[in-house]
């Protein structure tokens, strides 16, 4: 058979082609894909920031039915509704034997940003390995599935982070990643989960997902409002979810002596920042970095998203057909809107 795939042919180039269906090996299964997200890093392969050999098919955070498996598959079986964890580790490196599959030295992406990418879910088929896959009742929509990679990565984030009852918050940025993020703070007991952004519609939404105060540092001094709000206290802990070194270092302003800054925003590779050693030593800052996903957060994700804890329809703002993936990328890159799907199927 043969499938569509929107193929990333060079730099700023995709194009529609027409490939042959995947066939599952032994222990792999075939996905018709039914929704896949566009996330910041499909952006940064997309415009080069992130290198990768091409031509490649990007997209990784994918949900779709079962359409073929291989023989020695035994937990899958066709027809099932899943979503896929991108990360397919090799289970035998250091970081796979010591519980940090995410961090494998042999890691495959799917779709994503690693060492090797191999094709992805912007087509009407994916391959990945059965322990890739997680299934999902009927009844859960697919394209609220599709987001179980966005919501473990938030999750894994969050855990990092270390929030605890009665903890202050502040999450920088109000895209589709802080806004879960938000949400998964309140979720976790903050009590006060400050949420900052340059756009208004998107703190409106921050709202809609639990956020006690919102600041727009275009309007007003960010670090004043903060502190006024805290009783000269700053927070606990600041994510920075939007991946700029300008708002890397704005962390540092509002974070108080012993606190934690969690770095969960995507930047370029060549993004640089500048910062104090004794800022961090005198305040006993404790800085941490988040990547990706691990098999326990795609875990949890899935049961979150399965038992409806989840309130999607407050991110998800478009629906493009997978023929205008450009569009939606390019929307993405400016920032326009909140987070886009590709409906392939």
Avoid: W
């Avoid at 799917?110 to 009407?124: L, Q």
């Avoid at 409806?308 to 407050?314: L, M």
């Avoid at 993936?325 to 326009?336: P, V, W």
């Amino acid at each position: 058979m043969i499938l569509k795939a929107m193929v990333l042919k060079e730099v700023g180039r995709i194009e529609l082609e027409e490939l042959p269906e995947p066939e599952p090996g032994p222990n792999e299964v075939v996905v018709k894909v039914a929704y896949c997200g566009v996330c910041m890093t499909d952006i940064h392969i997309y415009n080069g920031s992130f290198p990768a050999k091409t031509p490649i098919i990007l997209g990784h955070e994918c949900s779709g039915i079962v359409s073929n498996i291989g023989k020695e598959v035994k937990q899958v079986e066709i027809g099932d509704h899943v979503a896929i964890n991108p990360l397919i580790s090799c289970g035998y490196c250091r970081y796979c034997l010591n519980g940090k599959a995410h961090l494998c030295e042999n890691a495959l992406a799917v779709g994503g940003a690693g060492k090797t990418i191999v094709n992805g879910a912007y087509a009407e088929y994916v391959k990945v390995p059965e322990k890739n896959v997680i299934k999902f009742d009927e009844n859960v929509p697919l394209k609220y599935a599709a987001l179980t990679e966005p919501l473990a990565c938030a999750i894994h984030g969050i855990e990092l982070a270390e929030i605890g009852l009665g903890d202050r918050v502040a999450i920088i940025g109000a895209g589709p990643m802080g806004l879960i993020l938000t949400h998964l703070a309140v979720y976790k007991g903050a009590s006060q989960v400050i949420v900052l952004d340059l756009k208004d519609e998107r703190l409106e939404a921050a709202r809609l997902m639990g956020a006690s105060d919102i600041i727009n540092p275009g309007k007003c001094s960010p670090e004043e409002v903060i502190k006024e709000i805290t009783d000269n206290e700053l927070v606990d802990i600041v994510i920075e979810a939007v991946g700029a070194p300008e708002t890397v270092q704005d962390a540092f302003k509002y974070v108080k002596r012993g606190g934690r800054i969690l770095i969960f925003g995507v930047s370029p590779r060549d993004a640089l920042v500048n910062f104090s050693p004794f800022n961090i030593y005198f305040n006993e800052l404790k800085i941490v970095g988040s990547y990706a996903l691990t098999p326990d957060s795609f875990l949890k994700s899935a049961k979150l998203i399965s038992k409806g804890r989840i309130n999607f329809d407050h991110i998800i703002t478009e629906t493009y057909p997978l023929e205008r993936l450009n569009e939606a990328i390019r929307k993405a890159e400016k920032g326009e809107g909140l987070k886009k799907l590709i409906k392939v199927h």
